[in-house]
């Protein structure tokens, strides 16, 4: 079962912050967060195992809450680059090495 | 440069027309996977592999085959395909599993018609 995203879409202004959350309803080993931008292959932003750890790509941050089964992503003062589409790609611990990625959401950052 | 290729990059077919889509990377990596993109849906594994001769299903593998005779290649074969298969298909590979980053190749606009 894919993971669940929110929100669908967002829409920021430049140098606002949003969050982006991922949830699951299994029990997570790991967590990863891509951003695809339109026309192009995704690209790896971070991973986060199960420890409960947060991590840091840039401005871009993303905690992982492995008893509640999600993840969130942090865009902090976003700039225009930061505008893309954004999956976060799970692993629970029943199904070892197995992706299963959310929907996604989409992100524009306006100037 | 390291890299994941993926051809062809656009193709038009139609029912029942047996196609091969090949995946080339050029890290050693020893994970390699398949992934179908539907808008509203995100990425669906179809197979992955975990090395040469090992290969498992994903999510979504009804409809598809693969191989890996090789560790470069992991080809996706489609023996008959059928209009619920138009889809954008992304080749992925890492090191050696799921804890590393995937590097993903530019992706195959599939149309069935």
């Known amino acids: 079962q894919q993971p669940v995203q929110s929100p669908q879409a967002v829409i920021l202004r430049e140098g606002e912050d949003a969050v982006i959350n991922c949830s699951s309803s299994?029990?997570?080993?790991?967590v990863h967060w891509y951003r695809q931008k339109h026309g192009e292959a995704p690209v790896f932003l971070m991973i986060?195992?199960?420890?409960?750890e947060q991590k840091g790509h840039d401005k871009i941050s993303a905690s992982f809450n492995e008893k509640k089964q999600q993840s969130s992503l942090y865009l902090t003062a976003s700039q225009l680059s930061y505008s893309g589409t954004y999956f976060c790609?799970?692993?629970?611990?029943?199904?070892?090495?197995?992706?299963?990625f959310g929907g996604g959401t989409r992100v524009l950052v306006k100037p | 440069e390291a890299q994941v290729t993926q051809n062809p990059r656009y193709l038009i077919t139609v029912t029942g027309k047996k196609l091969t889509v090949t995946c080339s990377q050029n890290?050693?990596?020893?994970?390699m996977s398949w992934y179908r993109q539907d808008p509203g849906l995100g990425l669906r594994q179809i197979y992955y592999?975990?090395?040469?001769?090992?290969?498992d299903k994903g999510d979504v593998p009804e409809g598809y085959k693969v191989s890996r005779k090789e560790k470069r290649n992991f080809p996706l074969i489609l023996e008959s395909p059928s209009p619920n298969q138009t889809s954008l298909y992304f080749c992925?590979?890492?090191?050696?599993?799921?804890?590393?980053?995937?590097?993903f190749g530019p992706g195959t606009r599939l149309t069935v018609t």
């Open positions: 890290m050693n990596h020893e994970y």
């Open positions: 299994k029990a997570l080993y790991s």
């Open positions: 790609g799970t692993e629970n611990e029943a199904a070892g090495n197995k992706l299963t």
């Open positions: 986060l195992l199960k420890g409960g």
């Open positions: 992925a590979s890492s090191l050696s599993g799921t804890l590393q980053k995937q590097y």
């Open positions: 592999s975990m090395n040469v001769e090992v290969t």
